[in-house]
């Protein structure tokens, strides 16, 4: 007999209504549909313990007692049809609690009871094609879990995940190795009691820091065991399932102890050099004997503040001081006693220079200072302190004093050789007219400072 239609196995028929089963018998085998028959819901259920069938029919009050019997069992359910006497509501209410799949009414006719078994038939078939998929879905997801696993267990980085409550669910060998803690020690303990030794980088706050960041978070924490310390890197990122809801987080972990030592030897030394550096650059700027700003830093200095009047329209004035009658006392008492002059000179001008004023040697007995912010007027009066303290110093063989000569920017000049010229000239006016005295270079216009 040739099949009608193709059910996925064999189809159970209970027969205990012998008017219904006898109808029903007869249409399936005009189908060509092959069943096993039954008399009670008792044998029907035995027989489906024995051997599971996929598709039952059972008629009236019995089929709703076998359903219901059925629904209770473990396992795969099967589909149920039920053969009903009448439309009675009632009868479709308790079927439908029951768990039955669907129902025709008498009379059963060929074409009712084949378009119930097709209906059957489809359904069956989408739940077999659906179950096959799951088993393969579900076949590959544990392959790559298994991958997964190899693959996190193998990585050469110390890595370990934990969840929501901190709680550590996996530690690869690399971990092993790094801190020197069995996995088995660790699974289902919270992170921060399994660095038990007080690392203060991993506490409940940490990890609850690291689930509530919606980027990866990466930070360096210290590891210290049997009296060695060791520098980790840690990237940290939040895993989440499919709503993208935080389930827990992986931390990979790299020693850095080695990186961070060089990298703090390479800051001492960088540290070392830029103060050796430094201490080069202040000698080359230093003149020796008497530690003021030497004459390239003073003209260095004297161009900044050129730039800047071009610039800002900012004043300043240029004292040029000269030490009075200076080759007379290094005659008179040798030269390590002027070279002794020269230091004191030295440090009186340094203890009178206000915090913008850098007195400097110019040359021999020499000394220019740039007075920034100064005027004629201001010029002259801030200059004529430095003559004052000199004038009033506690010197060792006889007194010393100094001539001075000023010169203002836009009005003796405006050029630094224009500026040095015109107190220069200065200065020979206060040796000129007696010493031990301040001199303003005179007012040139534009055509003669030109000239």
Request: proline share 3%; glycine share 8%; net charge negative.
């Amino acid at each position: 007999m040739s099949s009608f239609l193709s059910l996925p196995s064999r189809l159970l028929l209970v027969g205990g209504n012998a008017r219904l089963a006898g109808g029903t018998q007869k249409i399936l085998e005009d189908l060509g549909v092959a069943y096993d028959l039954v008399a009670t819901t008792h044998q029907a259920l035995e027989r489906h313990a024995e051997t599971p069938y996929r598709f039952l029919i059972a008629p009236g009050r019995e089929g709703i007692e076998l359903c219901e019997k059925l629904r209770i069992q473990d396992g795969r359910q099967p589909y149920v049809l039920i053969v009903a006497p009448t439309e009675d509501q009632t009868f479709q209410i308790a079927a439908d609690r029951a768990g039955v799949d669907d129902l025709v009414v008498l009379p059963l006719t060929r074409e009712k009871l084949g378009a119930r078994i097709r209906l059957a038939t489809r359904i069956l078939s989408g739940q077999d094609r659906e179950i096959r998929y799951l088993t393969e879905l579900n076949e590959s997801l544990r392959h790559a879990s298994r991958r997964f696993e190899d693959l996190f267990s193998g990585l050469p980085v110390a890595c370990f995940t934990f969840d929501l409550e901190g709680n550590v669910y996996e530690w690869n060998r690399a971990a092993e190795e790094a801190f020197g803690i069995a996995a088995f020690d660790t699974l289902m303990r919270p992170v921060w009691e399994v660095f038990r030794k007080g690392e203060e980088d991993w506490t409940h706050d940490r990890c609850a820091s690291i689930l509530s960041d919606s980027l990866a978070e990466e930070f360096d924490w210290t590891f210290c065991s049997e009296g060695f310390v060791r520098i980790f890197a840690c990237r940290a990122i939040v895993l989440r399932d499919a709503k993208g809801n935080p389930v827990g987080a992986v931390c990979a972990n790299v020693d850095i102890t080695a990186r961070k030592r060089v990298e703090s030897i390479l800051t001492s030394e960088k540290a070392n050099l830029e103060s050796a550096n430094a201490r080069l650059l202040d000698l080359a700027s230093r003149d020796v004997l008497t530690g003021l700003s030497n004459r390239r830093s003073f003209l260095n200095e004297l161009d900044g503040a050129i730039a800047a009047y071009q610039t800002t329209g900012k004043p300043f004035s240029l004292v040029l001081v000269d030490i009075d009658n200076f080759k007379s006392y290094n005659d008179s008492f040798g030269h390590p006693a002027g070279d002794e002059v020269l230091r004191r000179f030295a440090r009186i001008l340094r203890s009178t220079a206000r915090s913008s004023e850098q007195p400097a040697r110019y040359g021999g007995e020499e000394f220019a200072i740039v007075l920034h912010g100064t005027n004629e007027e201001s010029g002259t009066l801030a200059a004529n302190r430095f003559r004052k303290a000199v004038e009033e110093g506690d010197w060792i063989e006889r007194d010393v004093t100094c001539s001075l000569g000023v010169a203002t920017i836009g009005v003796n000049g405006k050029t630094a050789k224009e500026m040095i010229a015109a107190a220069d000239a200065a200065l020979y006016a206060s040796k000129l007219h007696g010493r031990n005295r301040t001199t303003h270079a005179p007012i040139y216009s534009d055509g003669a400072m030109a000239a």
